[in-house]
């Protein structure tokens, strides 16, 4: 069984610069997660789709961050601005349902570095 | 808000001593908890897992966890460490709510074994 796959693998930006991130889940898996996980810190939540629509985006902070799922399989997550907190790894995952939680599969991440 | 706490940032063993990190989650009801680990460079992979019945899990490579729910943890155990364990270990913890499944980390454990 193929993984959750993410490019690019790493990013190096200026700060005010757009990027954007992509990830294909597990196939058949409906349930999308893009992390955040900054250096010393765990994974946090940063959007949760369900198919291609949006279960819990609370922590995207919406003003610079946007993301997308569409036909509910690949995502694309940007940043536009980026600011030089946004360094980070940027992990997605997936899993089967999140209405009859398994457990979630994990990609190997985009590390974002901005300067 | 739900959190997730991991005791230990660093914990330094040297072979064959045993391990135990702790965890402990604030959510009252319904959860199901995980371990993750990371090794240098790689993805976040499932360790084990508790949904239900027996409070004592047992994962891969030879870890196992005891969910205690009067005390709200689920302390991650290995009796004889291996240097190829040394890696980051994150608690996670899975509740229902607004119908959909929610994954939070703790802020991970990082484990050096010294051969």
């Known amino acids: 069984e193929a993984g959750v796959a993410q490019s690019p693998r790493y990013k190096i930006i200026e700060k005010r610069q757009s990027v954007a991130f992509w990830c294909n889940p597990i196939?058949?898996?409906?349930?999308l997660y893009w992390y955040q996980q900054i250096l010393g810190q765990g994974p946090k939540l940063l959007i949760q789709?369900?198919?291609?629509?949006?279960?819990?985006d609370s922590q995207l902070p919406k003003d610079r961050f946007s993301a997308e799922r569409l036909k509910g399989v690949d995502s694309t997550l940007k940043i536009q601005p980026a600011k030089l907190e946004d360094s980070a790894v940027y992990l997605c995952?997936?899993?089967?349902?999140?209405?009859?939680?398994?457990?979630?599969?994990f990609g190997q991440g985009t590390r974002l570095t901005v300067v | 808000a739900q959190s997730v706490s991991q005791h230990n940032h660093h914990v330094i063993l040297s072979e064959a001593a045993s391990l135990e990190l702790g965890c402990n989650y604030s959510?009252?009801?319904?959860?199901?908890l995980f371990w993750y680990v990371q090794y240098p460079g790689q993805h976040l992979q499932l360790l084990l897992k508790?949904?239900?019945?027996?409070?004592l899990v047992k994962g891969i490579k030879g870890f196992e966890a005891e969910f205690i729910k009067s005390k709200f943890s689920f302390n991650l155990r290995k009796p004889s460490v291996q240097w190829s364990d040394t890696a980051e270990y994150f608690c996670?913890?899975?509740?229902?709510?607004?119908?959909?499944?929610?994954?939070?980390f703790g802020k991970g454990t990082k484990l050096s074994v010294i051969p």
């Open positions: 995952a997936s899993s089967l349902d999140d209405r009859i939680y398994t457990e979630a599969f």
């Open positions: 196939s058949g898996h409906a349930t």
């Open positions: 789709f369900q198919n291609n629509g949006v279960v819990d």
């Open positions: 959510y009252g009801g319904t959860v199901n």
């Open positions: 508790y949904f239900s019945g027996d409070p």
């Open positions: 996670a913890v899975a509740r229902s709510g607004a119908g959909s499944y929610q994954l939070t």
